[in-house]
């Protein structure tokens, strides 16, 4: 089992920026890709930021130029720095990791969540 916490959530001023992590532990063999998701009221999931082997990345069109994705992968950590802040980025940010606990299947886990809240 992977267990994924997310920190850095927030209430910010638009044109702010904030910095999530999302540390994963427990038993880890290997992860294919890390990255980020948001869900808004009334709005379904969507996909912010992925970074997957090699260091290649995807970004959300609505935030490209803005938030940038990285990862650590001795800590099995992965970052999004999210600068130039609008309120319509307010959601709740998740961290999702794409992994092996076990050496037969990969696995999406996912954290709990952290609001951020970007005031206009």
């Known amino acids: 089992q992977i267990q994924l916490v997310e920190s850095g959530g927030g209430l910010v001023q638009a044109g702010g920026s904030l910095r999530l992590s999302c540390a994963a532990s427990?038993?880890?063999?290997?992860?294919?890709?890390m990255g980020w998701y948001r869900q808004a009221p009334g709005k379904q999931r969507e996909l912010v930021a992925q970074i997957v082997s090699g260091g290649s990345t995807n970004y959300a069109d609505s935030v490209k130029g803005r938030f940038t994705i990285s990862r650590d992968n001795a800590k099995n950590t992965v970052y999004l720095q999210m600068n130039s802040l609008k309120p319509e980025d307010t959601a709740v940010y998740t961290c999702?990791?794409?992994?092996?606990?076990?050496?037969?299947?990969?696995?999406?886990?996912w954290g709990q969540g952290t609001q951020v809240t970007v005031s206009s």
């Open positions: 427990g038993t880890i063999l290997t992860i294919d890709a």
């Open positions: 999702n990791v794409v992994g092996y606990s076990s050496i037969y299947y990969p696995t999406n886990y």
